[in-house]
């Protein structure tokens, strides 16, 4: 084989060559890499269906009851339901001296109220329902549920009683109000009104004037229905908790656990159809 033979090959091979080369296994890993954290980039931007979105607001009703009733009968304040403080805080203004469940149930009220401007205004200003709004909210939630329990876990007991005022007792019922908040306002996010996940007054009104109560295919009957049941659900594991010897502790990592099922529910939630 003459050199003029083999130079015109190795113009060829040189010509047909990439002109980067071929990419190596780190190239390929890191263009692997970038592909998922577009996907994932993707699905988190998403906004998440409506679609049987009621099931997790129905489950947050457990949560409440669980909350609830073990914070009622433990620090003798309702950390959701502030129909029930807004009494207690009317009884302590006439008699103020009687007793100190006002200042609790006005601490509630307060978190409450200051916990739906947050996170209202959190979901209006960064897209109502967007998946990683959703779930920043549900694990914030989450945390303020954790501080509450390592608060009760390793404070001083003698604090929580209902006739002691202590920082131990006000941050943890403050924290735990604020959070309470936030499912109300996701049931506002994903317009399902009537579930609030707090109240059942307007709940039992609603279905007990449905003109279709006992027709056999009825949504929001079923809805009404299932609310009363899962928060009386949680009212008993709540007090169960409250009577053993773990107490409010073992409602609060309870609940903790509870909203960590929420909030994974919401990572893997399907996307809306114009998302898809």
Request: net charge positive; proline share 3%.
């Amino acid at each position: 084989m003459n050199s003029n033979t083999q130079n015109h090959r190795d113009r060829r091979t040189d010509e047909e060559s990439p002109l980067l080369g071929r990419p190596g296994p780190a190239s390929a890993k890191h263009g692997h890499a970038a592909g998922l954290g577009t996907k994932l980039k993707k699905h988190f931007a998403a906004d998440v269906t409506k679609d049987w979105a009621d099931l997790v607001l129905l489950f947050c009703y457990v949560i409440t009851g669980l909350l609830d009733s073990s914070a009622v009968f433990i620090w003798g304040s309702f950390v959701s339901m502030q129909t029930g403080n807004t009494v207690y805080l009317g009884l302590g203004l006439v008699a103020p001296s009687e007793g100190i469940r006002w200042i609790k149930a006005l601490t509630s009220i307060a978190s409450f109220c200051v916990g739906s401007f947050f996170f209202a205004r959190f979901h209006r200003l960064l897209s109502p329902r967007k998946r990683w709004v959703l779930v920043a909210s549900y694990t914030l939630q989450l945390l303020l549920i954790v501080l509450a329990a390592l608060v009760v876990t390793y404070g001083r007991n003698e604090f929580d009683g209902e006739d002691h005022l202590h920082w131990q007792v006000l941050v943890p019922l403050a924290a735990v109000a604020f959070q309470s908040s936030g499912q109300a306002v996701t049931s506002r996010v994903l317009q399902y009104g009537g579930l609030t996940t707090v109240v059942l007054t307007s709940n039992y009104c609603d279905l007990f004037s449905d003109p279709k109560l006992i027709a056999a295919s009825n949504v929001e009957r079923n809805r009404r229905v299932a609310a009363p049941i899962l928060l009386l659900i949680g009212a008993m594991l709540g007090g169960f908790w409250a009577h053993s010897s773990v107490g409010l502790a073992g409602a609060l990592w309870t609940a903790a656990a509870l909203k960590a099922t929420a909030v994974l529910a919401w990572i893997f939630w399907s996307a809306d159809s114009d998302d898809a």
